[in-house]
């Protein structure tokens, strides 16, 4: 592993990040500046919460952990990294593995892993669910409102003369008659507006999109609206994931996502390869074995949730 000299470098994923520091931690050669890093790093609430989250579930899994690395010093072998990462995601496996279906569950309109889905609402206005989203929906008030629950929408809004109004998270989307879409990630918010207006709150922030613009909405935070060719980004909806110069990482974890798999990437500085093409979401799993051999990387399914990639 590769670990970055201070936190601006890490991956934008607290989780991995934290996964990645404990890791790096147990090693025997760990240097006095990375041990600096890392206490840099975890001064950030985020970070800190994910650190604790990680320490924790290794609590839980402490004996099992110790029967693996006995287990592979007896072979003669070095306690891989691998078995780390096995055993505190089989520790938080059955709630996390359960959660989604759980939201599916009881949101009014749900998709499965590598399904999309097209719905037209009461009011007349269409959704377009992307793969493993789910939202609700209140359509009878003065203010009809859709609250994504998990995943990504899109959205063609009829006018009746009222508001319309997309929750995600601690950030608001208002919208008028317009097309636009919203994905909610993991701490990150993300609205792309095709056509019409819509205008984003969080906190005591509020920002205006106009046509071919996207922001990004972390917590109570508006990052500035960019130009983006909204076409290319808004592709899900047509089964295609076309990218231009995105982070590795970024490309794995939604070919991963349409497989119902988490990604657990061991080589961070692989991830921030910036990559380039347009994959096929209904053939996730064959677009995502082309890549790998093209990154010359593996993978490996751990049983059949998440995605260890090396």
């Known amino acids: 592993m590769t670990v970055p000299s201070s ?14 520091w404990f890791t790096r931690l147990r090693a025997e050669d760990l240097s006095a500046a990375e041990r600096q890093a890392f206490e ?14 990680v320490e924790s579930l290794w609590q839980v899994l402490e004996l099992p952990a110790r029967r693996v690395r006995k287990a592979e010093r007896a072979r003669g072998k070095r306690w891989p ?13 059955v709630a996390w593995s359960q959660w989604p279906a759980l939201q599916r569950l009881n949101s009014d309109y749900a998709t499965h892993a590598g399904e999309r889905g097209s719905f037209t609402l009461a009011d ?6 992307d793969s493993n989203s789910a939202v609700d929906v209140e359509l009878d008030g003065a203010i009809r409102t ?8 899109f959205l063609e809004v009829k006018h009746d003369g009222r508001p319309f109004v997309v929750n995600v998270d601690d950030a608001q989307v208002r919208v008028l008659g317009t097309r636009f879409s ?19 709150l969080a906190g005591a922030q509020t920002q205006v999109l106009t046509p071919g613009q996207r922001l990004t909405v972390h917590g109570e935070q508006i990052d500035p609206p960019q130009a983006v060719d909204a076409e290319r980004l808004l592709a899900w909806r047509d089964g295609q994931l076309r990218v231009r110069d995105v982070p590795l990482r970024e490309v794995l974890q939604r070919l991963a996502d349409y497989q119902g798999q988490s990604l657990l990437l061991l080589d961070a500085a692989a991830g921030q390869r910036l990559v380039s093409g347009s994959f096929n979401l209904d053939q996730a799993d064959n677009a995502l074995d082309a890549l790998l051999s093209s990154q010359k990387l593996r993978a490996d399914s751990l049983a059949g949730r998440w995605l260890i990639v090396r």
Not at 124 to 129: A, D, E, M, P, V
Not at 146 to 153: A, C, T
Not at 182 to 200: P, T
């Open 7 to 20: 936190p601006a470098d890490l991956a934008a994923d607290p989780a991995q990040q934290a996964l990645d």
């Open 40 to 53: 840099q790093w975890r001064e950030a609430p985020d970070n800190a919460r994910a650190f604790a989250e």
């Open 182 to 200: 919203v994905a909610r990630g993991d701490g990150i918010d993300e609205v792309v507006l095709e056509s019409g207006k819509v205008q984003v």
């Open 124 to 129: 007349g206005s269409q959704l377009r669910l």
């Open 81 to 93: 990294r691998l078995a780390t990462a096995a055993c505190l995601l089989l520790a938080a496996g």
């Open 146 to 153: 859709l609250h994504l629950r998990q995943g990504r929408l």
